[in-house]
């Protein structure tokens, strides 16, 4: 199966998520931290999110429209093996994920009360994931970040 059509929806839908939120994507960064002190990471949502709600649905239907030759058909899957390929190999880990992941979130919505920057909080979840996960792995990570983008 051609992953292109997968691929082109989930790069647009990120994209279209992305602009909804104040960490989103870098313009959104930019003007987040430009005027920090009139905007929070609410304002974002309820000012953008509804444009971006609005918009999922005729994305959604060019999609399918553009890709619907390639989508056509049965899909012939083998499941028992695509369970076995795809299982979550650390259940523990997924669930430290998940928790550093609400937290961040968390943070994120209670700017208001904490005065916490986003940027902090984000920087906060980075930190504590890798604390939470496989220590030796970290300098690995650290590597992985691209710093002249940041």
């Not at 709600?53 to 959604?60: R, T």
């Not at 980075?126 to 710093?147: P, Q």
């Amino acid at each position: 199966m051609d992953p292109i059509p997968f691929l082109v929806s989930e790069t647009l839908f990120s994209n279209l998520g992305g602009t909804a939120t104040l960490k989103g994507d870098v313009p959104n960064i930019i003007i987040g931290n430009l005027l920090s002190d009139r905007l929070q990471f609410q304002d974002f949502i309820v000012n953008l999110g509804p444009g971006v709600v609005l918009s999922f649905a005729p994305v959604f239907a060019f999609l399918l429209w553009y890709y619907r030759s390639p989508l056509a058909g049965p899909l012939d899957v083998d499941m028992p093996t695509l369970r076995q390929i795809s299982r979550i190999k650390d259940p523990a880990l997924l669930l430290k994920c998940g928790v550093v992941l609400a937290s961040v979130m968390l943070a994120f919505f209670l700017q208001p009360v904490t005065h916490l920057e986003p940027a902090w909080a984000a920087a906060l979840g980075a930190v504590l994931m890798m604390a939470v996960t496989d220590r030796h792995h970290c300098s690995d990570a650290m590597e992985a970040v691209e710093w002249d983008t940041l």
